[in-house]
């Protein structure tokens, strides 16, 4: 039986974080016992204010269709966080909701981007970013950067990466995989060269703003410039570990927030209406309720850079936020370990799973294939037998 599928399908890429996920519950379901640091999903349960406040929108029986863009309190409380946070000034016309920052994201790209555009990623990304640019037939173009850099780019490879084709830009910071931060400085010296391109715009993902440690991310929007032409994105899985919640929403110029809910109401309508109006609550609180995670989430990075550091091959940086790490492991390639020959990333990975019971993500799916990435939103316990694993295995 054929199997017509469309040509936009088979030419997206599975999700690597994903599919190493699954292959991690496969291979526990059989048995095995799979330590998975795999996953960028914080292991704490969501706060008790913020169940409270979804019993309550529960019991005051919000169960009806919500607006496209979301709930007007909702984007209000959006708006006071905006400024409290970031010192970013946007109205609630300018707001829209969605299931989940990547949607956010996938909107803002289908209202943007034409087949054939260019948008510019700095490595190490995302996973989805390419695959989303894929699925609006535009093109993207990796600017490279390594550890030595802090996984940072400079404003030197920015203007060589620009194309008349060039439409958008993708900054995520505190990043994923990497945890690295862009300060302040250096993004106004990107913007110095984004400036001399008025036609590009600018989306800036702050899913993990709240987990830094002590070096305060900067709103790319922030920059008196840059504000029109730059689209904040934000959520709730992270910070406030609200993962399945499925909230996320965007700060943007009003004729592009207009478009992205145009768009949302032909894919999925409005985002649940009792995740938003928990949502309110969480967004109103103080990031210091949350603060408790943070704290764990440093304890177990400085743990994990102890371990792996111990470990030779192992190329450490120092990550400012998020909750990964992301080694080079480039001095295990052209060796035999356990029988098996590691050319790159991936045989890495492979490795780790098959014969440390440990589920990393390969480089290769961030545009870094030096590398790979071990999330330490995993217990403490669960960290040290993984590290003893891995240690146990490549020595």
Same mark, same amino acid.
Request: glycine share 4%; net charge neutral; hydrophobic share 40%.
């Given at each position: 039986?054929?199997?017509?599928?469309?040509?936009?399908?088979?030419?997206?890429?599975?999700? $690597?974080?994903?599919?190493?996920?699954?292959?991690?519950?496969?291979?526990?379901?059989?048995?095995?016992?799979?330590?998975?640091?795999?996953?960028?999903?914080?292991?704490?349960?969501?706060?008790?204010?913020?169940?409270?406040?979804?019993?309550?929108?529960?019991? $005051?029986?919000?169960?009806?269709?919500?607006?496209?863009?979301? /709930?007007?309190?909702?984007?209000?409380? =959006?708006?006071?966080?905006?400024?409290?946070?970031?010192?970013?000034?946007?109205?609630?016309? +300018?707001?829209?909701?969605?299931?989940?920052?990547?949607?956010?994201?996938? #909107?803002?790209?289908?209202?943007?981007? #034409?087949?054939?555009?260019?948008?510019?990623?700095?490595?190490?990304?995302?996973?989805? /970013?390419? %695959?989303?640019? =894929?699925? &609006?037939?535009?093109?993207?173009?990796?600017?490279?950067?390594?550890?030595?850099?802090?996984?940072?780019?400079?404003?030197?490879?920015?203007?060589?990466?620009?194309?008349?084709?060039t439409k958008m830009i993708f900054f995520n910071s505190?990043?994923?995989?990497?945890?690295?931060?862009?300060?302040?400085?250096?993004?106004?010296?990107?913007?110095?060269?984004?400036?001399?391109?008025?036609?590009?715009?600018?989306?800036?993902?702050?899913? /993990?703003?709240?987990?830094?440690?002590?070096?305060?991310?900067?709103?790319? %929007?922030?920059?008196?410039?840059?504000?029109?032409?730059?689209?904040?994105? #934000?959520?709730?899985?992270?910070? @406030? %570990?609200?993962?399945?919640?499925?909230?996320?929403?965007?700060?943007?110029? $009003?004729?592009?927030?207009?478009?992205?809910?145009?768009? $949302?109401?032909?894919?999925?309508?409005?985002?649940?209406?009792?995740?938003?109006?928990? *949502?309110?609550?969480?967004?109103? *609180?103080?990031?210091?309720?949350? +603060?408790?995670?943070?704290?764990?989430?440093?304890?177990?990075?400085?743990?994990?850079?102890?371990?792996?550091?111990?470990?030779?091959? @192992?190329?450490?940086?120092?990550?400012?936020?998020?909750?990964?790490?992301?080694?080079?492991?480039?001095?295990?390639?052209?060796?035999?370990?356990?029988?098996?020959?590691?050319?790159?990333?991936?045989?890495?990975?492979?490795?780790?799973?098959?014969?440390?019971?440990?589920?990393?993500?390969?480089?290769?799916?961030?545009?870094?294939?030096? &590398?790979?990435?071990?999330?330490?939103?995993?217990?403490?316990?669960?960290?040290?037998?993984? =590290?003893?694993?891995?240690?146990?295995?490549?020595?």
């Amino acid at each position: 039986m054929p199997q017509p599928l469309s040509d936009r399908i088979n030419s997206l890429p599975i999700s $690597q974080t994903l599919a190493m996920a699954a292959k991690a519950r496969e291979l526990k379901a059989a048995g095995k016992d799979i330590i998975s640091l795999s996953l960028g999903e914080p292991d704490f349960n969501t706060p008790d204010f913020i169940k409270d406040a979804a019993i309550e929108a529960i019991n $005051q029986n919000y169960n009806s269709y919500t607006p496209v863009d979301g /709930y007007v309190e909702l984007k209000e409380a =959006i708006c006071t966080k905006f400024k409290r946070d970031n010192h970013l000034e946007y109205k609630p016309n +300018q707001i829209v909701v969605s299931t989940g920052a990547k949607q956010s994201i996938a #909107n803002v790209a289908q209202v943007l981007l #034409n087949p054939g555009d260019e948008v510019l990623l700095p490595a190490p990304y995302w996973v989805s /970013y390419s %695959a989303i640019a =894929i699925l &609006c037939e535009a093109k993207f173009v990796e600017i490279p950067s390594s550890i030595d850099d802090d996984f940072k780019i400079t404003p030197a490879q920015l203007e060589a990466a620009i194309t008349p084709k060039t439409k958008m830009i993708f900054f995520n910071s505190p990043n994923n995989p990497s945890g690295s931060i862009y300060s302040e400085e250096e993004y106004r010296a990107l913007a110095k060269v984004l400036e001399k391109h008025p036609k590009i715009f600018i989306l800036s993902d702050e899913i /993990y703003e709240h987990i830094n440690y002590g070096t305060k991310p900067f709103s790319f %929007a922030a920059i008196e410039n840059m504000y029109d032409r730059t689209i904040t994105v #934000n959520g709730l899985a992270k910070a @406030f %570990a609200m993962t399945g919640w499925r909230i996320g929403y965007i700060g943007a110029p $009003q004729w592009i927030a207009k478009a992205c809910t145009k768009m $949302q109401g032909q894919i999925t309508s409005g985002a649940n209406c009792i995740a938003q109006r928990a *949502a309110i609550t969480a967004v109103l *609180a103080s990031p210091k309720k949350v +603060q408790f995670m943070v704290d764990e989430f440093l304890s177990r990075r400085n743990i994990v850079l102890d371990l792996l550091g111990k470990i030779n091959g @192992f190329k450490l940086n120092i990550p400012e936020g998020a909750f990964y790490v992301f080694p080079d492991i480039s001095a295990f390639f052209g060796k035999t370990i356990k029988s098996k020959k590691i050319q790159n990333a991936n045989d890495f990975s492979m490795l780790l799973l098959e014969e440390a019971n440990v589920a990393t993500v390969t480089g290769d799916a961030f545009g870094a294939p030096n &590398c790979i990435r071990l999330s330490y939103a995993a217990s403490e316990l669960q960290l040290r037998e993984a =590290i003893k694993r891995i240690k146990e295995v490549v020595s």
